[in-house]
């Protein structure tokens, strides 16, 4: 059979299109969303649509080539709030639904972001970033030439660091700036600057009647040794702040109902440290009583899929429906993302679960309809909608001409026991033109987290790798996401063990199973936990004849103090500290056991990753270079720990070949 598409490339990441953010306008008619791009400069730009429901094409509403993103109507509709990075800086404008020129809302020195309304239309609400001692009213955005100027001044100043959490591998190095919420008035014109402890805070919602706003923030003294937050309300009238919740958990995504006496917010106690699985909860606004609802659905709340073509917003819930007597989410499960209903007493309802990936959603309660966004292995992203009756219809048509002209391999999905037991999930996919009757070189994928999940979405770099003639291998071992809280927390003070076997039990399931693999050219590669397995994996077993190793992980013992998580990650997976049991964090280092060590190691490392550190890369390469080992190390300037799913686009690119170049080398 002769296929007249032509095989996915490396560079197709310009070419695909990347939806997100659908928001409903208020009275149903129509939605607007984002679509994100690669543009000639090499930059990411994300343009508004709007898209009447009568209409067949969608309108474009902004056009600079910035990220134009973060939009939400005023409650009559008239007009719309976004953000936008046009002016060098993310800033807030306003937008009229009829057309007309954008009008730039603010211009706030280190910008503004995450707007939302208040419910009676009259307040928009939205962080800022504010250095100590900084007044809102002498906010005064600075020009490209003199955020240079400033840029490069502090670039020659000395860092002093005297907290515990001093850098993020999202924002870099902290300085003195904090989080603020922020309130402006339509009617008076004024900002006012709603919170002021030296802390972050993030907005959550305003309450039915307007009188009222929610957040979180840790206000403790000793917050950086803590990952907890705490729900907050403050009365917009009397300034007055109630704290609403124990200091003992994490909370985020929290709304308030539509009578305004109640909270649903997504959150959990850490009763399995990094490996606990998020909850549903109810607050009681007056008495502050806490009822879980999700006791009995052992899921993970919200989306933990893994994939490299999510770029932009996305709402998980929950979402209260309009007579407040039921909650909507999107909760992850047995490889797949669906929406889900939640009724006042814990009942739990699918009112959709596919083979695909449901990746945000919007909701209309006079409708009673949604609006999905969803990627399957076969198509990055559309949305459709989902109507009372739960008929799915789709709405928008992504990516077409990319699709027509390029081969998609489908997976096949399958599952194996494990050793002791277990039932693990996995996909096979193979290369668009395959023919059984020949033998194809193999390479197993590895997921990082390790709390997360592989799954039914569209994944480039796989479709590159089987474009290359390659059967691929991405399974969710012991650890990952999707199966529950036992299988979860089940790699926690485990590592190398129970993952690794069921990852050398993958690879012989499919050996045992499908006789086009050729099983003396295996291929291994992960990023993250992935790449700490890849490492861990070359050094117990010969069997692999290339690996590559991507931002992972190979000396504990140092992880600790220079990762950005390090030192409570180590004590959650691991239930060490750093001088608790040195020998034991040794032991589970892969760099220990650099000299069993033959399989060819391509090391591929982002220079400004502050998750997993470059030097965990370094130390690997030099031990194995001294030895005399089959090793390459490829440094990429300015990437940080996101390099694969939203890093430049021309440095990704070039990953990506490093990747195919090392396997085609060595399979």
């Not at 695909?356 to 990627?375: K, M, Q, R």
């Not at 020998?583 to 990753?609: C, F, M, Q, V």
């Amino acid at each position: 059979m002769v296929h007249t598409k032509r095989s996915i490339k490396s560079e197709d990441l310009k070419k695909i299109e990347v939806y997100s953010d659908p928001q409903y306008t208020p009275d149903g008619k129509a939605f607007t969303y984002v679509s994100t791009t690669i543009n000639e400069e090499n930059k990411y730009q994300s343009q508004l649509y709007f898209q009447q429901f009568d209409e067949t094409e969608a309108k474009q509403w902004t056009f600079e080539n910035t990220k134009n993103d973060n939009l939400h109507f005023s409650p009559d509709g008239k007009i719309a709030v976004f953000q936008s990075t046009r002016s060098g800086i993310s800033q807030l404008y306003l937008i009229n639904k009829a057309g007309g020129e954008a009008k730039q809302l603010t211009a706030f020195k280190h910008g503004a972001y995450s707007p939302l309304w208040s419910k009676d239309g009259r307040s928009i609400f939205f962080h800022a970033s504010l250095d100590k001692g900084d007044h809102i009213e002498g906010q005064k955005e600075l020009t490209t030439e003199e955020r240079q100027k400033e840029k490069e001044h502090n670039a020659k100043q000395p860092l002093v660091v005297n907290r515990l959490k001093y850098k993020s591998d999202a924002n870099g190095f902290h300085d003195n700036k904090t989080t603020q919420i922020i309130q402006y008035s339509l009617e008076t014109k004024a900002f006012t600057q709603l919170t002021t402890k030296d802390a972050d805070h993030s907005f959550q919602d305003s309450s039915p009647d307007a009188s009222t706003i929610l957040f979180t923030a840790n206000f403790d003294a000793d917050a950086d040794y803590e990952r907890f937050s705490d729900l907050f309300t403050l009365h917009l009238e009397t300034k007055e702040v109630t704290k609403l919740t124990n200091g003992k958990s994490s909370y985020y995504n929290a709304k308030f109902s539509p009578h305004g006496n109640k909270i649903a917010c997504f959150g959990h106690d850490f009763e399995y440290s990094t490996a606990t699985l998020s909850k549903l909860f109810l607050i009681d606004v007056t008495t502050k009583s806490r009822t879980p609802l999700s006791n009995d659905w052992d899921m993970q709340l919200g989306d933990v899929m893994v994939g490299d073509t999510r770029l932009g917003a996305a709402t998980t819930g929950p979402i209260w429906s309009a007579d407040g007597n039921r909650i909507f989410f999107i909760a992850t499960d047995f490889g797949a993302t669906g929406l889900y209903q939640a009724t006042m007493d814990g009942n739990l309802n699918v009112l959709y679960k596919n083979s695909n990936h449901v990746f945000s959603f919007t909701y209309h309660p006079e409708a009673e309809s949604f609006i999905l966004g969803i990627s399957t292995p076969t198509n990055p992203c559309n949305f459709y909608q989902l109507n009372k009756d739960l008929q799915l219809e789709r709405l928008t048509n992504a990516n077409e001409k990319f699709l027509q002209e390029v081969a998609i391999s489908e997976p096949e999905a399958l599952t194996f026991t494990a050793q002791d037991g277990l039932e693990i999930q996995g996909w096979l996919l193979c290369p668009y033109d395959f023919d059984e009757t020949k033998k194809y070189p193999f390479i197993l994928e590895i997921h990082g987290g390790p709390h997360m999940m592989y799954g039914q979405t569209f994944f480039h770099e796989m479709q590159l790798l089987a474009a290359k003639g390659y059967v691929v291998l991405y399974t969710n071992p012991r650890g990952s996401h999707g199966y529950g809280q036992k299988f979860v927390d089940a790699v926690r003070f485990n590592y190398g063990k129970g993952d690794y076997s069921d990852l050398m039990d993958a690879v012989d399931y499919v050996l045992e199973n499908y006789s086009f693999i050729d099983e003396t050219r295996l291929g291994v590669t992960g990023g993250s936990y992935g790449g700490f397995m890849t490492n861990w994996i070359v050094g117990h077993t010969n069997r692999f004849k290339a690996a590559v190793t991507q931002r992972s992980i190979s000396n504990w013992l140092s992880f600790y103090g220079v990762s950005d998580i390090g030192y409570f990650f180590t004590k959650g997976e691991h239930g060490l500290n750093l001088l608790d049991d040195p020998t034991k964090l040794w032991d589970i280092s892969p760099l220990k056991y650099a000299n069993n060590i033959e399989t060819p190691l391509l090391i591929l490392h982002g220079e400004r990753d502050f998750r997993c550190p470059i030097e965990q890369g370094e130390q690997l390469f030099i031990t194995l270079k001294h030895l005399r080992k089959e090793v390459k190390f490829v440094r990429f300037p300015g990437a940080t720990h996101e390099l694969s799913r939203s890093g430049q686009p021309i440095m990704r690119i070039a990953r990506l070949d490093q990747i195919c170049h090392w396997f085609e080398k060595y399979l």
